[in-house]
């Protein structure tokens, strides 16, 4: 199957600085890119589509001022957590689909990255 | 907006032994896609299986298949000679054929499985 990672896998960080978090398809070109915010024991909840070239689609709730994603290219998507606070301490997971919107392709996850802002 | 509900929050099984996980689904649309995942303690969310809504044919891997009811918008996991390796989260996801592939995902089930 088609590999996706995220760097770094894990991240501790001070209130009120900034978190970048990458998401890589290696051996696949991925028009499409989403990511989810996972409590533990809790499911995954999508946080925004990302289409390269284009500006993140944002679920309703999530503040994009905070949660800054950029899909520069077709291997690449970035999420940026700006002015994190202890709240934003979780798992984050991308995920990334070969096709657009008629997508019949499978989507495939990336290992996630552990947030914990102090 | 669709929903997916996974009413069982736990379940166990003796390794060896059958177990089916339940998922409904809720949906206007008559053409879409589910699947079943798995999140081992890794937490890498593992694709298990999956099911085109047009296909009436339940979809199969290995030990794991699907009891699929689009009437009554229903899609069960069995797992058939349960291994210690299958404990994990499972979660019932639902996607719409025109949706840039954007996941529903249900609550999850933890299974256990003991030996």
């Known amino acids: 199957g088609a590999v996706v990672s995220q760097h770094p896998s894990r991240v501790i960080c001070k209130s009120g600085t900034s978190v970048k978090i990458e998401c890589r398809s290696l051996d696949f070109q991925a028009t499409t890119m989403f990511w989810y915010r996972q409590f533990p024991k809790q499911s995954l909840m999508l946080m925004a589509t990302?289409?390269?070239?284009?500006?993140?689609?944002?679920e309703q709730g999530v503040e994009k001022d905070k949660f800054l994603i950029n899909h520069a290219s077709l291997t690449l998507s970035t999420l940026t957590v700006t002015s994190a606070h202890p709240e934003d301490s979780s798992f984050y997971i991308c995920?990334?689909?070969?096709?657009?919107?008629?997508?019949?392709?499978?989507?495939?996850f990336g290992p996630g990255t552990r947030l914990t802002v102090l | 907006a669709q929903t997916v509900t996974q009413s069982q929050p736990e379940m166990s099984v003796q390794e060896a032994e059958t177990v089916t996980l339940s998922c409904t689904y809720d949906t206007s649309e008559s053409d879409y896609y589910l699947f079943w995942y798995k999140q081992p303690p890794s937490r890498q969310m593992i694709l298990v299986i999956r099911?085109?809504?047009?296909?009436?044919q339940n979809a199969t891997e290995n030990r794991f298949s699907v009891n699929f009811q689009k009437a009554a918008k229903s899609f069960s996991l069995k797992i058939s000679d349960s291994q210690l390796g299958d404990a994990a989260m499972y979660f019932c996801?639902?996607?719409?054929?025109?949706?840039?592939?954007?996941?529903?995902f249900g609550q999850g089930t933890i299974l256990t499985v003991h030996p």
């Open positions: 990302s289409n390269e070239g284009s500006k993140a689609t944002y």
């Open positions: 996801a639902y996607r719409s054929r025109t949706s840039y592939g954007k996941l529903t």
């Open positions: 995920s990334a689909s070969r096709s657009g919107r008629l997508s019949t392709d499978t989507q495939y």
């Open positions: 099911q085109e809504a047009y296909k009436q």
